[in-house]
């Protein structure tokens, strides 16, 4: 089974920060890594797909890339409504796996 | 625009059973792939079950043998039958679409719990 870790763990930054949550696989899942945003109580929302496209109506301030192990999400501008808990997932093996989220919370 | 309904959840005790249900509008059940997600208290997201196209249906190791997946195509509804319930099946339920998980429920919570 394809194992998927993800750092950090947790990040606190201030409005307007850049951040960045990484997510390794442990063999090359070429692209099919993907990124969702969930919000307690709310449904899980899929940010990126494919490594680095870009889910239709999603900001422009989320980004992703990598291909291989190694995968990048960012937000460049954090915004208040950014607050979540972030996931990766490769489903380049189906039925896919999760990484085990970054917790994103206002500094 | 996809949307998904799940319910059926509930409180329930150690070893009973529950049937969720993911009403769909916007997009076929039979013609997609489709997927059951919990998130337990504290927990992350865990990929449950999968119902394939043509039929195939998987599992997770943590629920094989208790789960089944099904969907009923007249209905455009998803299923989760669960039996043999335990504590550590407590959680949010979610059905999502397609491979990468594009459309999502809101979920519907399971407890099990005496």
């Known amino acids: 089974d394809i194992q998927v870790t993800q750092s950090p763990s947790s990040l606190s930054a201030s409005v307007g920060d850049r951040v960045t949550i990484t997510c390794q696989a442990s063999?090359?899942?070429?692209?099919?890594l993907n990124w969702y945003q969930h919000k307690p109580g709310k449904a899980p929302k899929l940010l990126i797909y494919?490594?680095?496209n870009l889910e239709t109506g999603v900001p422009s301030r989320f980004s992703g890339s990598g291909s291989g192990t190694d995968f990048t999400f960012t937000i460049t501008s954090l915004q208040p409504e950014d607050i979540a808990t972030y996931y990766c997932r490769q489903y380049y093996d189906l039925p896919g796996t999760f990484g085990p989220g970054t917790n994103v919370v206002i500094k | 625009e996809v949307q998904l309904v799940e319910s059926g959840g509930g409180l329930i005790q150690p070893g009973g059973s529950l049937r969720l249900s993911c009403a769909a509008s916007g997009l076929n059940v039979s013609s997609n792939y489709m997927s059951w997600v919990r998130q337990a208290p504290g927990k992350g997201l865990e990929w449950v079950s999968g119902i394939y196209r043509g039929g195939r249906t998987d599992f997770a190791d943590s629920v094989k043998g208790r789960f089944t997946i099904s969907r009923d195509n007249s209905q455009n509804t998803l299923y989760l039958q669960m039996n043999s319930l335990r504590a550590e099946d407590t959680a949010f339920y979610y059905c999502a679409t397609f491979t990468i998980l594009k459309d999502w429920g809101q979920g519907t919570l399971v407890t099990v719990s005496s």
């Open positions: 494919d490594a680095s």
């Open positions: 063999q090359d899942i070429k692209y099919y």
